[in-house]
């Protein structure tokens, strides 16, 4: 498996932009697809984005298509998502996780390692 660690959340007002990374180590981080996650209080976990292993192709939720950038350095082990146009509805613990998938990028449970999660507050 590879250990994950995510950096960057913040608070931010509506409008604004966060950028977090997320920070691989263990088994070779090229070789898995990667994904972002939130989890708002109350709410389940839900998808964000993904990537694939070569970062040739990425997946969004409709709800942050167009606001927020998934991207990899494989040289770097990182993972980042760029967030902007941020909107209180945003709000959440943001999750990045590593997956051996190439597909159904979108299902949690095709995730086999998880970083803690990196707290996103936006104010209105």
């Known amino acids: 498996q590879v250990q994950l660690v995510e950096s960057g959340g913040g608070l931010v007002q509506a409008g604004g932009s966060l950028r977090l990374s997320c920070a691989a180590s263990?088994?070779?981080?090229?070789?898995?697809?990667m994904g972002w996650f939130r989890q708002a209080p109350g709410k389940e976990r839900e998808f964000v984005a993904a990537?694939?292993?070569?970062?040739?192709?990425?997946y969004y939720t409709d709800s942050v298509k167009g606001r927020f950038t998934i991207s990899r350095d494989n040289a770097k082990n990182t993972m980042y998502l760029q967030m902007a146009s941020l909107k209180p509805e945003d709000t959440a613990v943001y999750y990045c996780?590593?997956?051996?998938?190439?597909?159904?990028?979108?299902?949690?449970?095709?995730?086999?390692?998880w970083g803690q999660g990196t707290q996103v507050t936006v104010s209105a």
């Open positions: 990537i694939s292993y070569t970062g040739d192709s990425t």
């Open positions: 996780a590593a997956s051996q998938a190439a597909y159904r990028l979108h299902l949690s449970y095709e995730y086999d390692s």
């Open positions: 263990g088994r070779s981080f090229s070789s898995y697809s």
